[in-house]
DNA sequence: GCCAACGTTGGC
DNA sequence: GCCAACGTTGGC
C-alpha cells in the first residue's frame, strides 16, 4: 500500500467537513496542478493519506483512505484534471505540527518541508510510521 | 497582511 | 520553444 499526504485549508474544505461525509467519501476536487494530479492518478483503492491543514492550523489532524481512483474532476468540464475521492479514517490523538515534522531529523526530507506548495503528495512508509507515533494513531 | 517561491499562461 | 508576466499558495 502507498502513502500520501493530502493537503487543505480548513476554511475551504476541513477535517470535520471530511468526517461529516463518512464512509462515502468525497472528492479531492479542484486540484489544478499537474504534479498533484499525476499521484492522484498512481493512488489505489484501499491506499491511506494524511489530512493536512495549512494556513492557521499547519498540522497533520487525520487519516483518510482512497475510496475511489482518479476520475474526471466533477468541478470541471476541462479534461485534463482528474481526482480520487476520500474518507475519514480517523483523528490523530494529537495533531502533528509542521514545527514537529520540521524538528524531527527523520522527517526532515518530507516533500511538504522541502515543497510545502504541492496540495498532494507521496509519503514514504518511513515518514508514515513516524508521524502515526506523532500522533498517537492507530496504524491498523 | 506580506512576500517569496513556484507553477501556469500567453506573446513572440 | 523560450521566457516574462502574472496568479496563487502558504509560511511567517
Request: net charge negative.
Amino acid at each position: 500500500m502507498a502513502y500520501w499526504l493530502f493537503k487543505s485549508e480548513p476554511s475551504t474544505w476541513s477535517w470535520d467537513q471530511q468526517v461529516a461525509k463518512g464512509d462515502a467519501g468525497e472528492e479531492w476536487d479542484g486540484v489544478r496542478n499537474y504534479q498533484a494530479r499525476n499521484f492522484m492518478r498512481q493512488m489505489k483503492l484501499g491506499d491511506r493519506g494524511f489530512f493536512y491543514h495549512s494556513q492557521k492550523d499547519k498540522a497533520i489532524v487525520g487519516i483518510v483512505e482512497v475510496c475511489a481512483e482518479a476520475h474526471p474532476d466533477s468541478t470541471t468540464v476541462d479534461d485534463r484534471w482528474d481526482c480520487v475521492d476520500i474518507k475519514a479514517v480517523r483523528p490523530f490523538v494529537k495533531p502533528v505540527t509542521l514545527d514537529q515534522i520540521k524538528a524531527d531529523p527523520r522527517l526532515a526530507d518530507m516533500v511538504l518541508v522541502k515543497n510545502s506548495r504541492l496540495s498532494v503528495q507521496p509519503v514514504s512508509d518511513a515518514e508514515w510510521a513516524v508521524i502515526c507515533e506523532l500522533g498517537q494513531a492507530q496504524t491498523d
